[in-house]
C-alpha cells in the first residue's frame, strides 16, 4: 500500500509560479513511476506530467515548457514546479505512483487545489 500526500498548492495571479510536492510512502519509491494529473470543475481528470524510474519524463502539450517533473528519492517526494501560470490551469492536482510491475497508477494522493486569478 502506498500513501501519497501533496502539498504547494494554492492562489496565484497569471504569469506566477507554484511548486507542488508529493510525499510517499514505501521504502520502493526509486522503482514507482509517478505522475501528476489535475481536475477542473466540469471536466475530466487529465494527465500533466510523469516520471519514470529512470528519471524520463513526459508532459501534456498544454503544459510543455512552462511545468517541470521531478523526483528526490531520498525523500520520497515528486515535484511539480510550475511556471507562467494560465487561469486554465486552475484545478485539483494530484498526485498518482505506479509501482512495479507496472500496471497503470493505481495509488492516489487527496488532490491540492491550484486557482490562477487573471
Known amino acids: 500500500q502506498v500513501q501519497l500526500v501533496e502539498s504547494g498548492g494554492g492562489l496565484v495571479q497569471a504569469g506566477g509560479s507554484l511548486r507542488l510536492s508529493c510525499k510517499a510512502s514505501?521504502?520502493?519509491?526509486?522503482?514507482?513511476?509517478m505522475g501528476w494529473f489535475r481536475q477542473a470543475p466540469g471536466k475530466e481528470r487529465e494527465f500533466v506530467a510523469g516520471?519514470?524510474?529512470?528519471?524520463?519524463?513526459s508532459y501534456a502539450g498544454s503544459v510543455k515548457g512552462r511545468f517541470t517533473i521531478s523526483r528526490d528519492n531520498a525523500k520520497n517526494t515528486v515535484y511539480l514546479q510550475m511556471n507562467s501560470l494560465k487561469p486554465e490551469d486552475t484545478a485539483v492536482y494530484y498526485c498518482?505512483?505506479?509501482?512495479?510491475?507496472?500496471?497503470?497508477?493505481?495509488?492516489w494522493g487527496q488532490g491540492t487545489q491550484v486557482t490562477v486569478s487573471s
Open positions: 498518482a505512483a505506479d509501482p512495479p510491475p507496472p500496471t497503470g497508477y493505481d495509488y
Open positions: 514505501g521504502r520502493s519509491f526509486s522503482s514507482y513511476a
Open positions: 516520471i519514470n524510474w529512470s528519471g524520463a519524463t
